[in-house]
């Protein structure tokens, strides 16, 4: 059996935990898509696909912000979690993946080496590619659920 991961906001008002750990499928990665630029202020998103019945609020109580569904590029639903107090970025939600969450692995760490990057296209000339070559599209490829 897999440990449960541990962690949370920078204030320390909301605390997750994802039961399990992260699944067998389950892929740390990076976003370049303009949305998660700007939702992250950075230069890309470090997230990870994690199974809903497995992310669990163990202590606090996030913000949802639903973004509207004319500025994302699925055209569907996006809800993303924050801290109220920080404004750290926790996990967003899309009804476009109804069984996962995209989570923010940072929250838990660093500790996972990135596995794929997507939205390459909207990366800046002078970026290098963190994923190894194969694992980097330009835009959303084709991916299986998440396994436990």
Request: proline share 7%.
């Amino acid at each position: 059996m897999r440990s449960n991961l541990e962690g949370g906001c920078h204030c320390g008002a909301v605390r997750l935990c994802i039961v399990g750990g992260l699944g067998e499928n389950a892929k740390a990665g990076i976003c370049h898509c303009k949305d998660c630029q700007t939702f992250a202020g950075s230069l890309f998103a470090y997230a990870g696909k994690v199974d809903r019945a497995a992310l669990q609020v163990v202590q606090g109580q996030p913000k949802a912000y639903k973004q509207p569904t004319s500025t994302n590029l699925s055209g569907k639903q996006v809800t993303r979690h924050f801290c109220g107090d920080c404004g750290t970025p926790l996990w967003v939600e899309s009804d476009a993946t109804p069984t996962i969450y995209a989570v923010k692995l940072a929250l838990f760490g660093n500790a996972f080496e990135p596995g794929i990057e997507i939205f390459w296209k909207n990366a800046h000339e002078w970026e290098k590619p963190l994923a190894p070559s194969e694992m980097v599209f330009d835009t959303l490829p084709a991916m299986p659920p998440t396994g436990s």
